[in-house]
C-alpha cells in the first residue's frame, strides 16, 4: 500500500496550512527545512511525530486555526506526566460524527438501533464520539457512560437496547452479571461495539457467547479525532481504516522504516483534511500490520490487524520482531498448560535467545510438551525458543503482563 496521489496532495496542503499557521508543528518542520511535499519518497521522509512533541506544545500549542475557529478541545488521560490538549473546529467534531457513523452503518447498525454508550464523558473523546456519530446515523443514544451496573442492566432491559458500545473488560463485566442473575432472555442486545483495547480471543469469545452477540472493533486515538476513525466489516478480516481522513502506515518501531504490507510493525497516522490540529506521521505506538488483498465487502479502505499491543512491549529476536502477546495466544493454544508464563531474552554465544517457561500439572509429559509448543512458536514467528516447563505454581503470579517478559540482554 501506498500514499495515493490525492492523499500526497491533501498532505501537502496541511503541511503548508501548518506552516502559515506558525503553530507548534508548523516550527518544526519549517526548522526542519520542509515546505510541501510532492512525491512518496518526500512523504516517507518527513520527520514522525510524538507524543512528547504534543506535551511541549501543551496546552494550546498545536491549534492550527485561528481561537474562533475552535468549538472544542478533548484532552488525553495523562497517566504520566503532562496531558495532551487537542482542538477541534466544528468541521473536525462534523467529520468525526460521519467517520464514526460509517462505523456503525458498516457494522449493520441503523437509525432503528438504540445504541448504548458505557465510555466514559468529559475530556476524554470516548462517550462523546460514540454519542456524535449515533445522532448522525439518527439511531437512539443511551448515554450512560460508566459504572452503576444495577442502573446499566435494569436500562438495558426497559429501553430494549440492541447495541452495546464498551471496552472488552466492561463487555465481559456486563456479560457475567447478566449471566448471573439469569436475566439474559430480557436482553435484547444484537451487537456490540468494543474499544480497540488489546483484548484476547479467548476473552471476544465468551463476550460473543455469553451475550450472543456480534462483535465489531472499533479503532482510534484521542491525539487523531478519537474512536470511530476505523471498524471491522461483517467479514471481521481487520479494521477498515477511513482513507479519506488518515493514511496509514506501519513502521519498524526500531528503525523508523516503512514495512511490507502483511508484516507487523508500529501504526503510524497522517491526518489529511483535520484542521484544528492536523497531525502528520503521528506514531501511535500501537503495533498492528496492513492486511494485504482486497476485504470480500468490496470497501477499498486499508485494514489494520487487531493491535497486539505497545511499541514499547515488542522485542527483537535473531532479526524477527516478536511481542509478548503472540506467545501469550500460541501458549494459550495449550489447555495442558496455565495461563502463566514467563519469556527470558538473553544474549549467549553470540546469538539471541528466547526461554519460555510454561506451567503444567504432573499428569503430561514435560519433554513432549516443550517440543510442541516450541514447535509451534517455529512455525508461527519464525524461530525456535527453548521452552521450560515447570510444575504448576512455580512462576510468579502478576497482574503485570510487563513483568513476564525480562531481557537480560538490557541488564
Ligand atoms: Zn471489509
Not at 503553530?23 to 518542520?29: H, Q
Not at 511535499?37 to 518526500?42: A, H, I, L, P, R
Request: aromatic fraction near 8%; hydrophobic fraction near 35%; proline fraction near 5%.
Amino acid at each position: 500500500m501506498q500514499i495515493s496521489k490525492v492523499q500526497l496532495e491533501q498532505v501537502d496542503r496541511q503541511i503548508k496550512r501548518l506552516i502559515a499557521a506558525d503553530n507548534f508543528y508548523g516550527k518544526k518542520l519549517r526548522d526542519a527545512g520542509i515546505d510541501g511535499v510532492s512525491t512518496v519518497e518526500e512523504f516517507e521522509a518527513l520527520p514522525f511525530s510524538q507524543k512528547q512533541d504534543l506535551r511541549d506544545a501543551y496546552p494550546l500549542g498545536l491549534m492550527a486555526v485561528p481561537e474562533e475557529e475552535i468549538v472544542r478541545i478533548h484532552s488525553s488521560s495523562g497517566t504520566t506526566g503532562v496531558p495532551v490538549i487537542i482542538p477541534y473546529t466544528r468541521k473536525d467534531v462534523e467529520d468525526w460524527a460521519i467517520m464514526f457513523a460509517r462505523c456503525y452503518e458498516v457494522a449493520g447498525i441503523t437509525n432503528r438501533d438504540r445504541i448504548h454508550i458505557t465510555p466514559g464523558y468529559g475530556l476524554w473523546t470516548a462517550g462523546i464520539g460514540f454519542q456524535a456519530g449515533c445522532e448522525r446515523l439518527g439511531a437512539m443514544a443511551v448515554p450512560m457512560g460508566p459504572g452503576n451496573t444495577e442502573k446499566q442492566l435494569q436500562m438495558m432491559m426497559d429501553l430494549k437496547s440492541t447495541v452495546l458500545c464498551a471496552t472488552s473488560s466492561y463487555a465481559l463485566l456486563l456479560a457475567e452479571e447478566i449471566a448471573k442473575r439469569g436475566i439474559r432472555d430480557k436482553i435484547h442486545l444484537t451487537k456490540g461495539v468494543i474499544g480497540s483495547e488489546r483484548w484476547s480471543e479467548k476473552m471476544r469469545n465468551r463476550i460473543r457467547t455469553e451475550l450472543g452477540i456480534e462483535l465489531y472493533d472499533i479503532y482510534g486515538l484521542t491525539e487523531i479525532y478519537g474512536p470511530g476513525i476505523g471498524i471491522n466489516c461483517k467479514y471481521d478480516t481487520g479494521m477498515h481504516i477511513w482513507e479519506d481522513y488518515l493514511y496509514v502506515e506501519i513502521i519498524d518501531p526500531e528503525t523508523g522504516k516503512n514495512v511490507p504490507d502483511g508484516e507487523w510493525g508500529e501504526i503510524v497516522l497522517t491526518t489529511l483534511v483535520k484542521e484544528g490540529a492536523p497531525l502528520i506521521r503521528y506514531r501511535t505506538h500501537d503495533l498492528s500490520r496492513i492486511i494485504p488483498g482486497e476485504c470480500p465487502c468490496g470497501m477499498h479502505h486499508p485494514r489494520i490487524d487487531v493491535i497486539q499491543g505497545r511499541s514499547d512491549d515488542m522485542m527483537k529476536i535473531k532479526g524477527v520482531n516478536v511481542f509478548p502477546k503472540q506467545i501469550e495466544e500460541i501458549l494459550a493454544s495449550f489447555p495442558e498448560l496455565s495461563s502463566e508464563y514467563q519469556i527470558r531474552i538473553s544474549h549467549l554465544e553470540g546469538r539471541d535467545t528466547m526461554r519460555i517457561y510454561v506451567e503444567t500439572d504432573g499428569t503430561v509429559n514435560f519433554a513432549d510438551i516443550a517440543r510442541r509448543v516450541a514447535e509451534r512458536v517455529k512455525s508461527k514467528i519464525g524461530f525456535s525458543p527453548l521452552v521450560k516447563v515447570v510444575e504448576l505454581g512455580v512462576l510468579p503470579r502478576s497482574e503485570k503482563k510487563s513483568k513476564r517478559v525480562i531481557d537480560e540482554r538490557f541488564e
